[in-house]
């Protein structure tokens, strides 16, 4: 997967190699380039210039990432075309590549936030891309971020869940709402919502400890907050459920956290993300 982005990443240009988990042989690498950087800044800052009124826009760098699967290499180069063909016909299939891709990205950005202790450090996703392209190609070919053969894939339109999702819910609404003051955000989805970027990162160990207090204040913020079935069923369960959450961001205190506990905590999330979605779009 190769994923270019308009402006500059946080993590240096270089070819990075990646691990999954305690799979020795799962190695992916992830090649970062910047294409069109500036000088770098000098030590100390310049003076303010007055700006021209009308100056022409100035160019921006292009960040290029590309995510490589160094496993399981394919015995030709037929074999990896007939993999790509496959790949690009099932919508699900080029879903989960993407997904893959954008994973070991952020993993690196997460990695580079903590490592420089930046509170304000962020994820990507596909569709702040300016281009995005599934391909194949030798070792030497892929580390330089190029392809024998490659396609370029639209992630910013279409019917995926996700694009559904963010129709049902307008959220260009809901930022008016909130920067007018006719709206405020409960301090359970700023929760949920970082236990959720934790889970899809790899970190259940976070989004163990996330969960359980979001969950604690999304039963509290959101009691009696509509009157539908479905919401009155979700929270019960959350309420018989919260002592899982707290088990869970127990053990997660310790250490990683078993199949059992994790699975817990990744439906009691989809729960509480269920429970505020609908909220959303019952309110319109």
């Known amino acids: 997967m190769q994923f270019e982005f308009a402006g500059t990443l ?43 009124p009308g100056a022409a826009l100035s160019s921006l760098p292009l960040a290029r990432a590309t995510a490589i699967r160094a496993f399981e290499p394919f015995d030709s180069p037929d074999d990896a075309g007939r993999w790509l063909d496959a790949t690009i016909e099932a919508e699900d299939a080029v879903d989960a590549v993407v997904a893959g891709g954008i994973g070991l990205l952020n993993r690196a950005l997460h990695a ?29 070919e892929v ?13 910013r339109t279409g019917t995926s869940r996700r694009r559904r999702r963010e129709e049902e819910l307008r959220p ?26 934790d889970l899809d990162g790899g970190r259940c160990r976070e989004a163990a400890l996330q ?9 509290i913020e959101l009691a009696g907050a509509m009157v539908d079935p479905g919401h009155e069923e979700d929270m019960v369960e959350l309420e018989a459920r ?27 999330t989809a729960i509480c993300e269920r429970v505020l979605r609908r909220r959303r779009v019952l309110r319109g």
């Open 143 to 155: 580390a330089a971020g190029r392809f024998s053969v490659a396609h370029e894939i639209d992630v």
């Open 242 to 268: 919260r002592h899982e959450a707290g088990e869970a961001a127990n053990v997660a205190l310790r250490g990683e956290l078993d199949a059992e506990r994790e699975a817990n905590v990744r439906e009691l």
């Open 172 to 197: 260009q609404e809901r930022v008016a709402a909130v920067l007018g003051g006719r709206e405020r955000i409960d301090a359970s989805e700023t929760l949920v919502l970082r236990a959720r970027a």
């Open 10 to 52: 946080g993590v240096a240009d270089g070819r990075y190699l990646a691990r999954d988990g305690d799979a020795e042989n799962r190695k992916s690498v992830l090649v970062v380039e910047t294409l069109g950087a500036p000088p770098p800044p000098g030590r100390r800052r310049r003076r303010p210039r007055e700006a021209e």
């Open 112 to 140: 580079q936030t903590t490592a420089i202790a930046d509170p304000r450090g962020q994820e990507m996703s596909p569709e702040r891309a300016a281009m995005v392209r599934i391909g194949c190609g030798s070792g030497e």
């Open 211 to 219: 969960l359980r207090v979001g969950l604690e204040a999304l039963l």
